[in-house]
């Protein structure tokens, strides 16, 4: 079986501050791990996604994460918050044919 | 492509009557899935759909809640009865497994249920 968990169900930044979003994972065989956005009233986007190829990747927005399989780990990260980036976030884990998962999310809060 | 498809966006029902939503994965998507999404319980798979088959409905609350996919272009979520505690934002979003592995799931705008 599948999960992700993600620590923390509020972040809160100063605008310009590192952004860390933190995802566990647990798959019994190698995963497909992803982080989605979701602006308020609006569907989920896909951010970036890790399919076994680099373990560093880089999404959108200036966002990255790291694959750490040693943690079964894909924290998310951004070095310079900005109000834009308020929005919740989704770590999500699937197998290669089966079902995707979804952590709890992430609320991300930007100050000025 | 225009994206996933979800109807209506909204949709405002009475309690016991029967609520149909409705989606249009991206053409070629072989995987279909619905999510239902509420502040207490986050995002829930509610079923999901391989080639038009139902693979996993563990996840639909009760016999209320049915699904279906008679084509690869469309699909429905149906409750019926509705109550209140099925108010929530439903969506749907598809995906392709291919020579390269399993794409990302691309989400339609969800459905906001509200059941008065």
């Known amino acids: 079986a599948q999960s992700v968990t993600q620590l923390g169900s509020h972040v809160s930044v100063s605008e310009g501050a590192l952004v860390l979003l933190r995802c566990n994972y647990s798959?019994?065989?190698?995963?497909?791990l992803f982080w989605y956005v979701q602006y308020p009233n609006q569907g989920l986007q896909l951010l970036l996604k890790?399919?076994?190829?680099?373990?560093l990747v880089k999404g959108i927005n200036g966002f990255e994460a790291e694959f750490k399989k040693s943690e079964t780990s894909f924290h998310l990260t951004k070095p310079s918050a900005h109000m834009s980036d308020a929005a919740e976030y989704f770590c999500?884990?699937?197998?290669?044919?089966?079902?995707?998962?979804f952590g709890t999310g992430t609320r991300l809060q930007v100050f000025p | 492509d225009a994206g996933v498809i979800q109807s209506p966006r909204h949709e405002v029902t009475e309690m016991g009557q029967e609520v149909t939503l409705r989606c249009k994965p991206i053409?070629?998507?072989?995987?279909l899935f619905w999510y239902r999404q509420t502040m207490m319980r986050g995002l829930e798979l509610l079923i999901y759909?391989?080639?038009?088959?139902?693979?996993?409905d563990s996840g639909m609350p009760e016999d209320r809640f049915s699904a279906k996919m008679p084509n690869a272009s469309f699909s429905t979520l149906k409750i019926q009865p509705s109550e209140p505690r099925d108010s929530a934002v439903y969506f749907c979003?598809?995906?392709?497994?291919?020579?390269?592995?399993?794409?990302?799931?691309?989400f339609g705008q969800g459905t906001r249920l509200t059941v008065v």
């Open positions: 798959s019994s065989v190698p995963p497909y």
């Open positions: 979003a598809s995906s392709l497994l291919n020579y390269r592995g399993q794409t990302e799931a691309f």
């Open positions: 999500a884990v699937q197998s290669r044919t089966d079902k995707l998962i």
């Open positions: 053409s070629g998507h072989d995987y």
């Open positions: 759909f391989n080639n038009n088959v139902p693979i996993d």
């Open positions: 890790y399919t076994s190829a680099a373990t």
